[in-house]
């Protein structure tokens, strides 16, 4: 894992669909072209959500893991 500048950090733990998008589109609009946010989630479909997402609004999903039933998205803004 790279050593990244995280911009913002998005708690998300604990929402379903579509509420971790919800959550990362409002964080998106703080932060300027290239700046990073991470986002946590707890939803299992978030995995597919935020790659759908990214392809969809041109962001740019740097990473992606999980651990202990927790998922972790860094991503780039446009």
Same mark, same amino acid.
């Given at each position: 894992?790279?050593?990244?500048?995280?911009?913002?950090?998005? #708690?998300?733990?604990?929402? /379903?669909?579509?509420?971790?998008?919800?959550?990362?589109? &409002?964080?998106?609009?703080?932060?300027?072209?290239?700046?990073?946010?991470?986002?946590?989630?707890?939803?299992?479909?978030?995995?597919? #959500?935020?790659?759908?997402? /990214?392809a969809a609004t041109?962001?740019?999903?740097?990473? &992606?893991?999980?651990?202990?039933?927790?998922?972790?998205?860094?991503?780039?803004?446009?």
């Open positions: 894992m790279a050593n990244l500048e995280i911009k913002q950090k998005v #708690d998300a733990s604990g929402l /379903s669909c579509p509420l971790p998008i919800l959550r990362a589109t &409002q964080a998106m609009k703080t932060i300027a072209a290239g700046e990073l946010i991470e986002v946590t989630a707890t939803d299992p479909g978030s995995v597919k #959500d935020f790659a759908a997402w /990214s041109g962001n740019t999903l740097v990473e &992606q893991d999980s651990s202990n039933g927790k998922f972790r998205f860094v991503l780039r803004h446009k």
